[in-house]
């Protein structure tokens, strides 16, 4: 078992090599910025990195993201860290968005619906604190009221 690395759960557990779960990994990463309809500036500019390294990361060739990074990425995209790191073979599949209270699906509910400017503007807000994140939807509802006025 030295050198592999077990993912899923027990019942449905499989084991990957090191390069595996490379693989896997810059697969997926690319397959979710592809299917958002991003850049890889976009990304590497809500990571808050340089371009070059998010495109290291993808270069089936050089290094991976390190955990921390794949957690963010994994936020950014609103998969699991296990969709990055598994070998899915489909692509990712659209997950609507809903309403927790009313399970109704909202609005421009898919990352692909939004302009660039407004998938920017996600993928920094998902980066923020619990606290940051009420900051900004404070923000946003003052300036919802005041356009709307």
């Known amino acids: 078992m030295k050198g592999r690395i077990i993912m899923g759960d027990i019942k449905n557990s499989k084991e990957y090599t090191p390069e595996q779960v ?39 060739s050089r290094s991976c993201p390190k955990p921390h990074d794949i957690v963010k990425l994994a936020a ?36 692909t619906e939004l302009d660039s400017f407004e998938k920017l503007l996600v993928m920094k807000a998902r980066r923020l604190s619990p606290a940051g994140k009420q900051k900004i939807g404070e923000e946003l509802s003052k300036l919802l009221e005041e356009e709307e006025a």
Not at 36 to 49: F, H, M, Q, S, T
Not at 79 to 95: G, H, K, Y
Request: charged fraction near 30%; aromatic fraction near 8%.
């Open 22 to 60: 490379k693989e896997n990994i810059k697969r997926n990463i690319a397959a979710l910025r592809i299917h958002n309809g991003l850049k890889k500036r976009d990304v590497a500019n809500a990571l808050g990195i340089k371009e070059n390294t998010y495109r290291i990361w993808e270069d089936p």
């Open 76 to 111: 950014i995209y609103n998969v699991s860290c296990d969709f990055i790191l598994n070998d899915n073979e489909t692509a990712p599949a659209n997950q609507v968005a809903c309403d927790s209270e009313y399970n109704v699906p909202k609005k421009k509910t898919y990352l």
